[in-house]
């Protein structure tokens, strides 16, 4: 199990994990005023997939123009079809929200993972989260086809089986990952984020290699919770230094007036 180390309460952010066995980039995050941009890319991309300005506190690694639209390109053209066939890597990481909900519709009994764990530490509080990558390529590609029949399919799982609203098609739509939504996942996320990245139907984040390979897949709405508990973590932590700071100017006035 690892441990992200969330340092909010001095007034810094610090996200490490240290597991060599991933290999895709892991953070290492301090204090960034504004965020900060890695890697050469214009942004002349069409417009619902440029990049955001960054929060406070951010790393994220651009990567060229010409990959993120090819990649985009490639995932609009997979889910556009029934049956698709878009490029997995070798590794493909089912982050919390998404492993979250393969286990609850029983999909995680029919393929084979490893499974671990990481935990967040802020202050007093700690959130323990749950993912998993596939063993093989074929365990790989059943994964993500039971995200993508939900993507497609939006009532797949909760409307009756075979059922016209089973199978209706829903509308789709990708875009980057806006800067609210990066507020939201740094505090939660192990990795930078990392081009080519992509928000499908205000739901889905998927996270592509430079071959663009899909990597990681994750649901954003299921850190929103965590979220708000961390907001009022760090809230607390602001009325306590604003307390301690008043105080202590009274006691420094004090002192002076009983010279």
């Not at 951010?58 to 090819?70: E, G, K, P």
């Not at 089986?161 to 939660?188: C, L, P, Q, Y």
């Not at 929103?224 to 973590?233: G, N, Q, V």
Request: net charge neutral; glycine share 6%.
């Amino acid at each position: 199990m690892k441990t992200l180390k969330i340092l909010a309460i001095i007034g810094a952010t610090s996200l490490f994990v240290g597991c060599a066995s991933m290999p895709r980039e892991l953070s290492d995050h301090k204090e960034i005023p504004g965020g900060e941009y890695t890697g050469e890319a214009q942004n002349n991309r069409p417009e619902e997939i440029k990049y955001q300005k960054l929060p406070d506190n951010m790393q994220y690694v651009r990567a060229s123009d010409s990959l993120v639209i090819a990649t985009y390109n490639k995932l609009k053209e997979d889910l556009s079809v029934e049956e698709g066939n878009l490029p997995i890597a070798d590794y493909l990481f089912l982050m919390p929200g998404t492993w979250e909900k393969i286990s609850s519709t029983g999909q995680n009994e029919n393929f084979n993972k490893r499974k671990n764990t990481y935990t967040v530490e802020a202050g007093p509080e700690k959130f323990k989260f749950k993912y998993a990558i596939p063993k093989t390529d074929k365990s790989a590609r059943h994964a993500w086809e039971g995200v993508r029949k939900e993507i497609r399919h939006p009532a797949f799982y909760t409307a009756p089986d075979g059922s016209e609203e089973a199978n209706a098609v829903g509308e789709i739509s990708i875009r980057a990952i806006s800067t609210e939504e990066m507020a939201t996942i740094v505090w939660f996320s192990p990795f930078k984020m990392v081009e080519p990245l992509f928000i499908v139907n205000n739901t889905y984040m998927l996270g592509f290699n430079k071959k663009g390979q899909l990597e990681v897949i994750d649901e954003l709405p299921y850190y929103l919770p965590y979220a708000e508990k961390m907001k009022a973590i760090i809230a607390d932590y602001e009325r306590q230094k604003q307390e301690y700071e008043q105080k202590k100017k009274e006691y420094e006035e004090a002192k002076r007036n009983s010279k």
